[in-house]
Structures are given as C-alpha cells and as structure tokens.
C-alpha cells in the first residue's frame, strides 16, 4: 500500500511558478511509476506529467511541454512538480498517483491516488 500526499499548492498570478510535491507513507515510491493528474470544475481528470519508476523516463501533456517539469528524488520519497509560467487554464486540483513500473496517461492504470491540492492561476 503506497499512501500519496500533496502539497504546494496555492494562488499565484499568470506567469508565476509553483513548485508540487508528492510524498509517499507507507513506503517509498521504489519500483513505482508517479503522475501528475488535475480536474479543473466541471471538466474531467486529465494527465499532467508521469515519471518512470527508475527516473529515466518522462511523459507531459502538449499543455504543460517546456513549461512543467516532473523529477524524483534519489530517496524515493518524493516526486516534485515544477511548473513556471502558470496559465489561467492551469487552474485545477492536482491529484499525484502511482503505478508499478512505468509512467502511464490513463487514469485507469494508477493504483494509489492522493487527495489533491488546489491550484489556483490568476489573470
């Protein structure tokens, strides 16, 4: 059972950074494949960034390319979520979730879900 946690979210202006977190409990994320997720209201969940188990593989949505970065720790404790140059339609809950093994786009494929933070980007 991998328990998933974030943070960091917040209100910020268009053009600001904020930088999510993702923490594992339980155990570490060692083995597991992490994604970005976020549900705008009113609009279904959709994928934000994956990274592989090992670190070396990365996915992004068209939406986020060169503006959001998806990285792990060494540790295995926590997978991070660099956004710079915060859109208005950036505003959303983000959800991190985990898998075995590789990153996917598909919600369906995640096993461990966490509770979510609010993003909140304004004009």
């Known amino acids: 059972q991998v328990q998933l946690q974030e943070s960091g979210g917040g209100l910020v202006q268009a053009g600001d950074s904020l930088r999510l977190s993702c923490a594992a409990s339980g155990r570490t994320f060692s083995g597991y494949a992490v994604g970005w997720f976020r549900q705008a209201p009113g609009k279904e969940r959709e994928f934000v960034a994956g990274?592989?188990?090992?670190?070396?593989?990365?996915l992004n949505a068209d939406s986020v390319k060169g503006r959001f970065t998806i990285s792990r720790d060494n540790a295995q404790t926590t997978v991070s979520l660099q956004m710079n140059s915060l859109k208005p339609e950036d505003t959303a809950v983000y959800y991190c979730?985990?898998?075995?093994?590789?990153?996917?786009?598909?919600?369906?494929?995640?096993?461990?879900w966490g509770r979510g933070t609010q993003v909140t980007v304004s004009s």
């Open positions: 979730a985990a898998r075995p093994g590789y990153s996917s786009r598909s919600l369906s494929d995640y096993d461990f």
């Open positions: 990274i592989s188990w090992r670190g070396t593989s990365t």
